[in-house]
Each structure stands twice: as C-alpha cells, then as structure tokens.
C-alpha cells in the first residue's frame, strides 16, 4: 500500500544535539511538507518542497533544516538552535494544487 | 491573510446525541476545503474535500456541507470510536500549495 513512513515513532535527545527526522513517501507525490503540532497551537509549517532540489520556509523554520534529495525522501533535522524542540512532527505530501494532504504518523521527539 | 477557524474547541456527547462542528473561514479564491480525523499520538487522517458552496459529502456517520462561508461537519448517533480531534483545512487559490489548517475540535463521545 501506498504511504508516507516516519520514523522514529518516538525520538529522545540531549539538549545541544542535532537530530535528524526520517520521511519516506512512495505516493509519487512532487510536494512535501513538515509540521509541528503542539497542544493547544495546531499545525504550524516548518518547511515544504514542491519539487526535487527546491524548498522553502515555513512560519516556523528559524532552527530546522531540511533537504530534497529525491522525491521520496524529504528528512528534517531539529539543529541544536532550534529553543524549544520537544513536539509531536508530522510529515505530509499530496499530488497537486488541489489534493488533501496525506499524512505520515509522526515522531514524538523529546530533548532533555 | 486566509484563516480556518472552528468551533467549538472541544465537544463532549452521548453516544447516539448528533451534532455539528464548525469550521468558518476566508480565504482568497477557495480551491477545496478539507476535513481531517486525528486520534491521539497519530497523524491526521483524510476525509472529506468539498470544492463549492452547496456540495455535500457523506461517510458512515459523518457528513460534510459547505457555504461560502463555512463548512458544518455533521456527526449523526455518534458512537464511542468517533471520538478524535477533527481539523479543517482551506486550500487557497494563486500558486501557493499550502493549505491554511484550523486548531482542531476535540471530540468525545461518551458510552
């Protein structure tokens, strides 16, 4: 079945430690997106990517990295900059203009 | 600037008790509106994309309408596993791919 896979379910790490999210997709999507998710604040954009090589910030990108290597692939990584990095990070891709996003189940990191 | 928002922010039922939820919005040139399912520690999970005022879609329990103004998400005799948060999502027109999401109404259906 066709999906988007993250991985780890579950993330910890020390405060000062660069940490790098997985997200595979194999819908064949072009665009592919990164949120956070808090209690209370929604979805807040971290960065997407509408095709191979190209990519763009989001609302909240200030301490994330990303890249776009290959179309399935669009990884983040939660820099040692990144304040307050402990939340639940959803990836998601879609098709087109008009399509919904298809999500991945997220990681849960926790930084102590 | 496009904005979501909905209402209310938690709703708790009766299993059996329908209701409505809301998800208002303003966005320039709608391109669809879409309603998600979230259970706890998992990721949103697609249901409904509405393109124009007076369409309605429908799944088991759940039905989804849309005006120019605002989309009701109607949940008909709801039962206990119909309990998630459940998000809106506008896609603008113009060449922006990124959808404005809303925070989500909680909703638990009590046994």
């Known amino acids: 079945d066709g999906g988007i896979t993250q991985s780890p379910k579950y993330l910890f790490r020390k405060e000062g430690q660069n940490v790098t999210l997985s997200c595979e997709q194999n819908l064949n999507h072009d665009a592919m997106y990164w949120y956070r998710q808090d209690p209370g604040q929604g979805l807040r954009l971290i960065y997407y990517s509408q095709i191979v090589n190209d990519f763009q910030k989001g609302d909240i990108a200030e301490g994330y990295s990303v890249s776009r290597e290959k179309k399935e692939s669009f990884p983040l990584t939660v820099t040692s900059a990144q304040k307050n990095p402990t939340a639940f990070y959803l990836c998601?891709?879609?098709?087109?203009?008009?399509?919904?996003?298809?999500f991945g189940n997220g990681t849960r990191l926790t930084v102590t | 600037e496009d904005q979501v928002t909905q209402s209310p922010e938690a709703l708790r039922l009766q299993e059996g008790e329908s209701s409505s939820l809301n998800c208002s919005y303003t966005?320039?040139?709608?391109?669809?509106l879409f309603w998600y399912r979230q259970d706890p520690g998992k990721g949103p999970e697609f249901l409904f994309t509405l393109y124009s005022a007076g369409e309605e879609k429908e799944k088991e329990r759940l039905k989804a309408t849309l005006t120019k103004k605002e989309s009701f998400l109607h949940i008909t005799a709801p039962k206990p596993e119909d309990s998630a948060t459940y998000l809106c999502a506008v896609q603008p027109g113009g060449g922006s791919y990124i959808p404005t999401f809303g925070r989500g109404t909680s909703l638990i259906v009590h046994p």
């Open positions: 998601a891709s879609k098709d087109s203009h008009n399509s919904p996003l298809h």
């Open positions: 966005v320039s040139g709608l391109r669809g």
